[in-house]
């Protein structure tokens, strides 16, 4: 299963895009909501991170999301303006899968 990264941050995306991980930018909750719709379509697409500014404005939709859906999982990232630099986007995924350190 693939990881991709859902953003409202273009510094997110290409950061991780440098790191293997597909992912698009989006302007706001309603290209977001669509695309995870079209995403929740791909078998291959087993997680979808989406930085913390986006999921602010999307979070009825994530937790409705989650409800009804078992994959791909969605997980909340940091991004550059969330404030919390010392957040490992590594460490979110590791817990989101059920690893723990």
């Known amino acids: 299963m693939r990881l991709y990264v859902v953003s409202s941050c273009e510094d997110t995306v290409t950061g991780l ?21 079209r995403l929740r379509q791909d078998p291959g697409i087993g997680i979808v991170l989406i930085n913390r500014e986006l999921m602010k404005r ?25 404030g919390k630099g010392s957040d490992s986007i590594a460490r979110y995924v590791r817990e989101a899968v059920g690893i723990r350190e």
């Open 17 to 37: 895009r440098l790191a293997g991980i597909d992912g698009t930018v989006v302007s706001d909750a309603k290209q977001a909501e669509e695309l995870i719709e």
């Open 58 to 82: 999307v979070d009825d939709f994530v937790r409705e999301f989650r409800k009804k859906n078992t994959l791909p999982l969605i997980t909340e990232i940091p991004d550059t303006f969330s």
